[in-house]
């Protein structure tokens, strides 16, 4: 079935560096996608989003790259700091003409750790 | 914060109970989803609600159903519970209006236990 995954269940990282996390989505019919980052205890919070007819869109700090070619979406943080540390998910859904379409699916996330 | 407020926070329920947990939206968000959030997995899609009628829903029992009222509240019912019905329960809110939808801000969830 289709499945929205992700490559890396963990990434750790030095303060200060860039972060790369990847996610690999099956269904090609998906025209938005999201990045979410969830922190323990919380629940998820927005950081970024795209849709389908773009393939780059950066916000502080954060770029997300999707390339519908190989149905592969990026999240990448600049200068990780040890906030970011969190559990990141993407999640892709279609946007209906009319309603919100919030029927997203997740991937299982990657755990970011950011080291001092 | 993203002023989507869920309670109760925590609850532990028996096998065979029925639980009703609540969420309250963002003020003019007509749109709400509730997600099931396993132990080390992304949230799932149970079902959504727009304009207080349900129109859409994931792969889970009739046993799950759901409301959702004029003033921005919902609610999640979950019938003879199960022991992997253990789970962080989250609803997202969003305004769903066919030319500018917005994202969809999550609560922080209820961790419910059944024993």
């Known amino acids: 079935g289709e499945s929205v995954g992700l490559h890396l269940p963990t990434l750790s990282v030095q303060e200060g560096d860039n972060s790369i996390i990847n996610c690999a989505y099956s269904?090609?019919?998906?025209?938005?996608f999201i990045w979410y980052k969830q922190e323990s205890g919380k629940g998820p919070q927005f950081i970024i989003d795209i849709r389908s007819n773009m393939d780059k869109r950066q916000g502080q700090r954060v770029t997300v790259l999707l390339n519908k070619t190989v149905k592969h979406l990026s999240l990448q943080i600049a200068a990780t700091q040890p906030g970011d540390s969190a559990v990141y998910f993407c999640a892709e859904t279609f946007r209906r003409s009319r309603y919100n379409n919030n029927d997203m699916r997740f991937g299982a996330g990657t755990r970011l750790t950011v080291k001092p | 914060e993203t002023g989507v407020t869920q309670s109760p926070t925590h609850l532990i329920k028996t096998r065979g109970q029925q639980v009703t947990l609540r969420c309250s939206s963002q003020?003019?968000?007509?749109?709400v989803s509730w997600y099931q959030q396993a132990l080390g997995q992304g949230p799932q899609f149970i079902f959504q609600y727009y304009r207080e009628e349900e129109n859409g829903r994931g792969n889970f029992p009739p046993r799950f159903s759901g409301l959702q009222f004029p003033n921005y509240s919902s609610e999640l019912n979950v019938n003879a519970l199960e022991l992997d019905d253990s789970a962080l329960y989250l609803c997202?809110?969003?305004?769903?209006?066919?030319?500018?939808?917005?994202?969809?801000?999550f609560g922080q969830g209820t961790r419910l236990t059944v024993v």
């Open positions: 997202a809110s969003s305004l769903g209006s066919g030319r500018e939808d917005t994202e969809a801000f």
């Open positions: 003020s003019g968000h007509n749109t």
């Open positions: 269904n090609s019919a998906s025209d938005y």
